[in-house]
């Protein structure tokens, strides 16, 4: 049975509202002031809470505000009772994160219809989504209705970036999220010598650049075009919002990032702690598996040089280590292109 906090401090509207949603199949819990209704929903978790704006102690706004504030309540569905009707009130209702706005006086099937609604839309979350531009739209059209921002679709066409285009700079403001259509881009940090490390390869499906939103901070690192790409944009404030406002729909997108965290580590700890030819091994294993998990040809067709920053080595050494693969069998290379033949060499050598 779902729980409904109803907070009202119109003691006939209140038992009113309460004795509908209870022959509804609601178990209703009730609060006459914001204050009270605000330690009850600490108490327990409401399933949705019914809210009205204009009341002493605690007014709607600020119920909703310290709920947007506590993980614990974050992501409530909510809905706003009012006996204004100024659209004034109605966006600023919205823009604090509520999901609708009933005005008073509203009758049983309005009350029933906006509950169901908003309850349906928190269940309906899709497990999983496609890393494909139709599964970036199923997840935030899902996300604009259950969050009710309306302009998060907003911005949805696709953008193309040239070869070598830059997509922005390391100290860059962060001004969106990035999802990648098709191409290749990579992320890298450059250290007072000019010297390149990539942190991050990104291909069809992936989204980047949003450690730095999800942080506030500047971006960490540089994003350029490694061939001619596509990309969708999110916007920023859409984004965080969405975030901040609906737990689950963070947590979906979190599912979507974790894979992408395991690699960064995986990463680190090999360029900490491994020699020379097993980073290079390990790096041509995972390229290669990357290719093949989405699909494509397993040819690594990165230049010399990306390739050693991915490595964190120079690029002479690189050079001198694959072609040592090549003469053990390991790998083949053709028109500078790479192709791994005998993965399980690469993974049993004793490097």
Known sequence: MKTI????DNTDIRENT?????????EVRTAENGKIGVE???EARPD???????????????????????PDLAGI?????????ERTDFRKGMELGADDYLTKPFDESELLTAVETRLRRFEQMRPAYAPTKEGLDEFLEDARQLGGIESLSAD?????????QYIYSEGDEPTRLYFLKSGRVKTFKTNPDGKELITGLYQDGDFFGYISLLEDTDQPDSAVALEDSELVYVPKEEFVNLLNRNQEVASQFIRLLANRVTEREQQLLSMAYHSLRRRVADTLLRLSRQLTDQGQEPVIQLSR???????????ESLIRTLSEFKQDKLIEIVDGHIRV??????????W
């Open 48 to 70: 949705l809470v019914i809210c009205d704006i204009m009341m002493p102690v605690l007014d709607g706004y600020g119920v909703l505000h310290i709920f947007n504030k506590n």
């Open 156 to 164: 949805r066409r696709v953008y193309p970036i040239r070869k070598k």
């Open 5 to 8: 906090l109803l907070i009202e």
């Open 305 to 315: 040089d990306d390739l050693a920053s991915i490595v964190g080595t120079a690029t």
């Open 77 to 85: 569905p909510f809905i706003f009772l009012t006996a204004k009707t």
């Open 40 to 42: 009850k929903a600490q």
């Open 341 to 350: 033949v005998n993965p399980d060499g690469l993974r049993r050598k004793n």
């Open 18 to 26: 309460a004795e509908i949603l209870e022959l509804a199949g609601y």
